[in-house]
């Protein structure tokens, strides 16, 4: 994949993070395979910008788990930290250590990571 100019690199990452943890095909939550997936962050962008192209930051929600359903990600946050915790123990506690000490992004290796990352899969 051809990498984006120095002003757009940042967005691009992000997008391609999103695609990667989308083609794994199955909602983190639900399980189901036969659905539009969206990458929906852990942490959320505005509060850790340097985790937002982390794939561990990252999970593949059906549309239904992300925004729809009545116990959806965005709508029962501490329920689903609670999810998140019994299905990927040390997860939440792993990503706010991170943020701790990863307070700059180099977006140059990132894109590159990212892209290795895609190709080997």
Same mark, same amino acid.
């Given at each position: 994949?051809?990498?984006? &100019?120095?002003?757009?690199? @940042? @967005? %691009?990452? =992000?997008? $391609? *993070? ?5 083609? &794994?095909?199955? #909602?983190?939550? #639900? ?10 962050? =852990?942490?959320?962008?505005? *509060?850790?910008p *340097?985790?937002?192209? %982390?794939?561990?930051? =990252?999970?593949?929600? #059906? *549309?239904? #788990?992300?925004? $729809?359903a009545?116990?959806? +990600?965005? @709508? %029962? =946050?501490?329920?689903?930290?609670? +999810? ?11 990503? &706010? ?6 307070? &700059?992004?180099? +977006?140059? @290796?990132? +894109?590159?990571?990212l ?7």
């Amino acid at each position: 994949m051809k990498k984006p &100019k120095a002003k757009k690199l @940042k @967005k %691009e990452c =992000i997008k $391609l *993070a999103k695609e990667i943890i989308r083609s &794994k095909g199955r #909602c983190d939550k #639900c399980d189901k395979t036969d659905r539009q997936f969206h990458g929906s962050h =852990i942490l959320s962008t505005g *509060a850790y910008p *340097a985790l937002a192209a %982390e794939l561990d930051n =990252i999970l593949c929600l #059906c *549309a239904s #788990c992300h925004t $729809l359903a009545p116990d959806s +990600w965005h @709508k %029962e =946050i501490v329920k689903n930290y609670e +999810w998140l915790n019994d299905k990927f123990p040390g997860r939440l506690g792993r990503l &706010k250590l991170l943020a701790q000490v990863q307070q &700059k992004v180099d +977006w140059d @290796k990132k +894109w590159k990571e990212l892209n290795d990352h895609q190709n080997k899969n």
